[in-house]
Structure formats: C-alpha cells, structure tokens
C-alpha cells in the first residue's frame, strides 16, 4: 500500500512500482500533463500504470541519496532527490491559482526552475491507514527540519524555505494481512515514528546538501 500525492498514482494505492523519473526543465508534456505524461514511463517500463506511483522531478537522479535505519525487527529505508532552486517557505505568496485537472487528464504545474525534493519511504511492516496518514506526516516533518537545519532560503519571501514549491512523497508499506499484526499508530513517541523520521532526515540532509554545493 502507497500513500502519497504524486501526479500518477496519488491518494492511497495498492502498487507494486514507484517511480522517480527525471525530467528535463522547459519539458511542456511533462509540466502540462504530467499523470499522462507519467503513465507512458510507466507503459515504457512494460509495467501497469494501475499498479504505479509515480512522480517527477529536474533534479538530477544521480546525485539521490538513500538512507536506512532499523530496530527490533522495523527497518525503515528512504530515497530522496533534491533541488533548492525553487525553496519555498510555507505561507509564501501563491504564483498561482487553484491547479484544475484538465481534459487531458493532468494538472499544469507552474514553470519554475528545476528544484523538488521527491522522498520516497519503504517500511517493511503493515501500517493502518491512520497509521500511514501518521508516516506521511512525519515524513513531512523530517524534510522540514532538514531544510532548516540547512538554512536554505525561500526564493519568494527570502526566509528560511520549509521545502519546495513542488515536493512529492510517497509512504509505502506491505498490505495488512490482519488487524493483529498491523501498527496502529505511527507518531513521534513510537517506533515507527522515530526511525522514518531518522531515515527521512538523513536522506534528505544529503540529497540537499549535494544540491546546493
């Protein structure tokens, strides 16, 4: 089970394949269409978009980072890509209206520099829905401290940027096979909590600071 909001695939999503697939700036069928654009990758791969999630970015695959901690039988392991030239801060003034899907069943982004951070975070035990709403909101949060601990600038405000104006994350976890045996909760106190946290600030922390040097 995959929850996030990527273009392809966003929402909770029973998949077996996340993609991370780069794109070039300037690119108007990725910008302009981008769940048709990303369903063709996903058909590319000989792979079923049904069963995808997918999301973009113009920062460079190659320089992603990946980060993993475990305890007590949880392992947690996340993958981040990173670009700051479109740092923002939370709050910052909108350069653009409310987004409406279109005909061609996809969403125009705005044209902005290449610069998102994309997290993509694997647990290998079965977490509630609630639980996985409780992930993706840590997953959030550890982007943010490792943006401020960076001390990245928003480019519209010139305060200290929480992320970018086009982050993506994806939290994905085995689908429960019964109640007994699924986390229930997944915030701070906990296990769960702790170690997504961990593995999402320091991928984070590397993917960001091999983007701004």
Known sequence: MVLGWAPLGGGFKRADLIVNHQIQFGDRAATEAPRAYLTAVVRALKRDPRRAVAMMTGAKIARASHSSVARDGLVVGAWCTAGCSNALRVGDRATVGAPRATETG?????????????????????LTRAAMAEALQIAVEARVAAILDAEVASIRSGALATGTGTDCIAIAAPVPASRENTIIYCGKHTLPGELIGRAVMRSCAIAVARAVT
């Open 106 to 126: 996809g969403c125009k982004l705005p044209a902005v520099e290449p610069g998102t951070i994309n997290i993509i975070v694997a647990i290998n035990q079965s």
